[in-house]
């Protein structure tokens, strides 16, 4: 029997992460002294809470429209015909069935779900937090095999370029739904404090969806020549200058969503009442 002498670089052919072949050779299980763990954990904690509240949200079917006028994002466009028991909340219509399992917009929610699932950033953020691919540099990853998103189901990930154009029809919903806002059914025209939070939260709502990478590609990511475009090629520098901050834009808009449904539920529910400013 033969043995072989395990140097500083010897690999062993079937071992995973940081030992396996082609990766660097670690002679340790991670080189991390340092609580690598706190930022995966904290991104897994932030994505679950929001999917826990959203999810719950979406199912209540309860205080989502205030002062008959204000409709939370999580509702719009709200299309069931359950949306009849807030009158003035269904914007376009009223055509799905009001059954409980079904959320009252549920003709968009799956779209933006899906938008945010694929996005490139958040992609990165829970297959590193909650797929620990790997979790964080130097940390060995647990994965045997690495197929990337090459197999069902990641192969899937590619649909992210037309969820892209749904969510800007949402977004443009989510915009008229801000802008009704601040027509009261009796006073006219008048501004509270929701009128801000429903503008606040949409004007980030367009900051990530036009930061988007697809919307960069859109832009300007078949062109060959940007000298023949000048138009294009000066709105891709600005949609390139917003994709740096994409990741402070998926982030920040899961908190304005949270937020601006919050103060909706709130107001609705009598347990605050809006401020006006004018009206």
């Not at 904690?45 to 949200?57: E, Q």
């Not at 749904?166 to 027509?183: G, K, P, Q, R």
């Amino acid at each position: 029997m033969t043995t072989t002498a395990r140097g500083p670089g010897w690999r062993d052919v079937g071992a995973r992460g940081v030992h396996s072949p082609g990766r660097a050779s670690i002679g340790s299980g991670t080189l991390r002294l340092d609580r690598w763990w706190l930022s995966p954990a904290a991104t897994t904690l932030g994505l679950l809470t929001f999917l826990a509240y959203g999810g719950f949200r979406a199912f209540q079917q309860q205080y989502f429209f205030a002062d008959e006028r204000y409709l939370t994002p999580f509702y719009s466009p709200c299309v069931s015909l359950g949306c009849a028991s807030e009158p003035g909340s269904a914007h376009f219509g009223m055509f799905l069935p009001d059954n409980p399992l079904i959320p009252y917009a549920a003709l968009s929610l799956p779209f933006l779900l899906g938008f945010r699932l694929t996005c490139y950033y958040y992609r990165k953020a829970y297959y590193r937090s909650i797929w620990a691919a790997p979790a964080a540099c130097a940390v060995p990853e647990p994965h045997a095999t690495y197929t990337g998103e090459t197999r069902f189901p990641l192969i899937l990930q590619n649909v992210h370029r037309y969820f892209f154009y749904v969510a800007l029809l949402v977004s443009l919903i989510n915009t008229y739904d801000a802008v009704v806002a601040f027509h009261h059914p009796t006073d006219g025209f008048v501004v509270g404090v929701g009128n801000l939070v429903l503008l606040v939260n949409v004007a980030l709502l367009w900051c990530y969806t036009v930061s988007c990478h697809s919307c960069r590609h859109v832009m300007g990511g078949r062109l060959t020549h940007f000298s023949k475009h000048p138009v294009r090629y000066w709105v891709w520098t600005k949609v390139s200058a917003l994709n740096t901050r994409h990741m402070l834009f998926a982030w920040v808009t899961l908190g304005t969503l949270v937020l601006t449904d919050l103060y909706v539920a709130l107001v609705a529910s009598g347990s605050i009442t809006d401020l006006r400013i004018v009206g």
